[in-house]
């Protein structure tokens, strides 16, 4: 069962363009999301979250999206740029429980 | 700071051979994760550890599959007899108590012949 579920398993954008990446999940108790970012032979980065309680959070070019209702969050990227070539994971967690649950990953290419 | 390391960083290794993954959180950082990567279900979390006991072993996959912690600079992951469908890259993470975050090691990727 598979509660964070990135439905797009690749994504290709021109330099300069805006980037968006999904992310939907199905445990509503779910209260803090996270995305990490992942290049080639290394280990996932923490990119930038959101807590429940918020709808939006900006850190310079990533903005992330939360919309409860219909428990969907995504990743904007502007502008994007060649090194923003990644896999991009979303991730969920309920608090005090420790645990926290990633996606499938989208890879993002970005071409010059 | 040294962040968390794995070894080895990739096993080749053949059908129904024992395999030991290993990891050094970073230190300070009381709680373990070990994650799975595969394409179907990325990061699949296998089993955590906090303060070196394990709390949540529900995503090992089966009984081939066990996890130690020894102490709290050290884990290991082992795999006992591997299969080929156990390839895939496996990561080990570490966060402070309490926090969300996580560390991520490089992982170590598996390929079983």
């Known amino acids: 069962d598979q509660q964070v579920k990135q439905n797009s398993p690749s994504l290709s954008v021109q330099e300069g363009r805006i980037s968006i990446l999904n992310c939907d999940y199905t445990n509503s108790m779910f209260d803090y999301f996270l995305w990490y970012k992942k290049y080639p032979a290394e280990g996932p980065t923490f990119l930038i979250s959101i807590s429940s309680i918020k709808d939006k959070n900006e850190d310079g070019r990533f903005t992330v999206f939360l919309n409860k209702s219909a428990k969907h969050l995504s990743l904007h990227i502007v502008p994007s740029q060649p090194g923003d070539s990644a896999v991009y994971f979303c991730?969920?967690?309920?608090?005090?429980?420790?645990?926290?649950?990633f996606g499938q990953g989208t890879t993002l290419q970005v071409k010059p | 700071d040294a962040g968390v390391i794995q070894s080895p960083r990739h096993e080749v290794t053949e059908m129904g051979q024992e395999v030991t993954l290993r990891c050094k959180p970073i230190?300070?950082?009381?709680?373990l994760f070990w994650y799975r990567q595969t394409m179907m279900r990325g990061l699949e979390l296998l089993i955590y550890?906090?303060?070196?006991?394990?709390?949540?072993d529900s995503g090992m996959p089966e009984d081939r599959f066990s996890a130690k912690m020894p102490n709290a600079s050290f884990s290991t992951l082992k795999i006992q007899p591997s299969e080929p469908r156990d390839s895939a890259v496996y990561f080990c993470?570490?966060?402070?108590?309490?926090?969300?975050?996580?560390?991520f090691g490089p992982g170590t990727r598996l390929t079983v012949t």
């Open positions: 991730a969920a967690s309920i608090s005090n429980t420790g645990k926290l649950i």
């Open positions: 230190s300070g950082h009381n709680s």
């Open positions: 993470a570490s966060s402070p108590s309490g926090s969300t975050g996580r560390y």
């Open positions: 550890f906090n303060n070196n006991v394990p709390i949540d």
